[in-house]
């Protein structure tokens, strides 16, 4: 019988050829893009998974009054904590930025590079987290003046030589000692928020003469925070009881009375956590993965309504054909079993179409999400499962639904031929082609959505001129006796060239990080608790203002000499205006000639900078304080606008001159600003891509009804036309019905979208506003594509011959 089935089955696919083809079409793009989205949110909700004890390991991060985190903590909170607590089992201490640096092979003349995915790690680093080794023992991180290599980096330094034994240069903050390469590990990909191409022992920093006067970086001070610290609890600890306990440890041994306490953030939510001001490459975002899973549902969701809608029309056609059956004796339980089959082969043909689109697509996909995924991503992981496991019910109940309504026709009313009078067809069908539409204008409405926001984005005042400035980064090696005649030579070079406009150099720039975050500023009239704010910390010299074209509200910049100035001897500074409303200022020119303190040295406000955006513009304009020095961290350089290439080679051959072993890089600081949109950029694309997608599949299904309706009313349609009707008369005629649908998804659509649109605003600080123009245009595109598909089958109804057309029954 099953046999039997699949054959008719098989005839009436073949049979309507058209609908056969809309039907699997439609399904297969709705299954490869729910497909696609469920790579990327099984990548995003397995990242991290891969760890050993990760319901037990908690990252420690600092928390401030204002409710704000950051994962930097102050080295000797772990020891001091595990000496205190028998909660404890284990600790492990990294960082990420304070190691950057310069290195290079320990031979001569090898060539240096630039490294930032660096950084000094505990020595039980490999035992505590998951990473594999590929060569080397684990233990031999315990050494000082060790490192471990991933194995991309390996190659790129040495070929096919064996790493194992030999010495590296670092030369950073630390001053220039080797390493030796003691193991090799594999590459740590997207699956894992801690990556590092280069993990050096802390147990470096543990001698002093190895940290090149910077006590700061002492492994058991309390003062400095700059290292991650992770603790692995015993079984049955309360984390939040447990974190309590150490903030009380903070509040008691604390050098600083800051009001931060500690929080435990379990190492399992880590990835989808809101984004913190730390240093890791990737944060996820569980809003987003949320979103885009509703995407790939609703997507999927409108390939189910087109086979719903498409064979439910065309049961008309085989009404007859299932009242002779139920006359003959067939149950109503074989005609669901003939009409399941069907559903089972065309969702069959379906998924190995989607299979071949997925193979096809997959390079574009993630060159549109910048990750490199494929269908083995979602193979082993329980969101993939369920994701599965709904598209393969949903593919089911879909078919069950068809099946029951072509099983339940009355066998006397559709020999009588009364089933096409029936209105309850048609208003399901109606219903279908509403939510699909309804979708699909959503979709649109934020796709346009995205796209302003991140053009208003790119475009808003940032209250500097970022036009043509080219970004140097400042040198690591060979720091000796010459350095500052070296350095100086290079600014005088830099003063020289015709195409420089301008020039400064500085510690932080607008388009990345501050120096750091610090608190404990005052002024007489400050409030109890005031000195628990945190102000942004900016290290410029005395050209940065010119060069970035920041303008002073109220009194001066800083002068040469002032900036030459040593870093405690210092007492005077800028401020923004944020940072004079938090200090408690009425106005800037009040802030003018003022003192302030910091913790207990005094400071003069000598002028007011104009607020302007250091960082992107989603977040809000941070209280700035602005310190003098000399620093070449980096220098800044206004250029002109013609032959960019050759000025960045005479600017290369300057920078190797003075300082030579030094890899010259640069970066442009409007390419840098956007480079902070990337995820409204991805999601822009995402967003795009889906809603292109979605109205191509309900596109086909309007395609497959307006194809449907034309054919039932053929005969119609030429009496019209013998009786004097126009091509354009009937035209419309045939289209109405549909644009009345299509409106009533403008309307059903329209709030539900300006909610979903208001919502996923509230997340930048600077926005766009929801102008009304967005929802015509969205509602007169929506249209106009519904006007084109169906109009397409109705003018061609309407060119057949009348003749033809009445012979038709």
Known sequence: MLQNYFKIAFRNLVRNKIYSFINIVGLAMGVTAFLFILEYISLEKSVNNFHKNLSDTYRLLNEDIRGNSWAEIEPGWALKAKETFPEIKDFCRFEQGITKGVVRKSSVNSEPFREANIGFAERNFFDFFSFPLVAGNTKALEKPNTVFLSETTAKKYFGTENPIGQLLTLDNQFGTASYTIEGIFADMLDNSDIRYDMVFSLETLKNPANLNGNNWATLTNLDSQYINTFFLLNKGVDPKAFEKKLSDMRAKLGNEKDGVRFRLQPFANMHLAASLSDTYQTTGNLKYVYMLGGIAFLIILIAWFNYINLSTANSLKRANEVGVRKVIGATQWHLIGQFLGEAILVNMLGFILSAFFVYAFQPFFNDLIGKELSFKTIQFSSVSMVGLGLLLLGSILSGALTALVLSNFNPIETLKGKLGKQSKGIFLRKALVVSQFSISIMLILGTVLIYRQLHFMQNKDLGINTHQLLVVKGPEVSKDSTYGARKTAFVDGLSQQSF?????????????????????????????????????????????????????????????????????????????????????????????????QWDERPLEIIGVVKNYHHRGVQTAIDPIIFYPQNSSAYYTVRVTP?????????????????????????????????????????????????????????????????????????????????LGAGVLGITALLSKDFLKLVIISILIASPIAYYLMHKWLENFEYKVEISWWIFIASGLGAMLVAVVTVGYQAIRAALVNPVKSLKTE
């Open 642 to 722: 013609d032959k960019i290439q050759d000025k960045i080679a005479s600017l290369e051959k300057l920078y190797k001159t003075n300082f030579p072993g030094n890899p010259y890089e640069y970066f442009f600081v409007d390419e840098n600003f956007n480079k902070q949109y990337a995820t409204e950029q991805q999601y822009s694309k995402i967003f795009t891509t889906s809603s292109i997608w979605a109205i191509v599949i309900a596109c086909l299904g309007l395609f497959g009804l307006a194809t449907f309706t034309t054919e039932s009313r053929t005969k119609e349609v030429g009496i019209r036309k013998v």
């Open 500 to 596: 420089v406009k301008d020039y400064c150099a500085s510690g932080s720039v607008p388009s990345g990080w501050y120096n750091f975050m610090t608190s404990g500023f005052t002024q007489p009239k400050s409030k109890p608790g005031d000195e628990l704010k945190t102000y942004s910390f900016a290290i410029i010299g005395e050209r940065f203002l010119n060069t970035y074209e920041i303008k002073l509200k109220a009194g001066r910049n800083f002068t040469a000499a002032e900036c030459n100035v040593d870093w405690n001897d210092n007492s005077k500074i800028l401020l923004n205006e944020r940072a004079v409303q938090s200090l408690g200022f009425a106005s800037a020119e009040e802030a003018v000639n003022k003192r302030i």
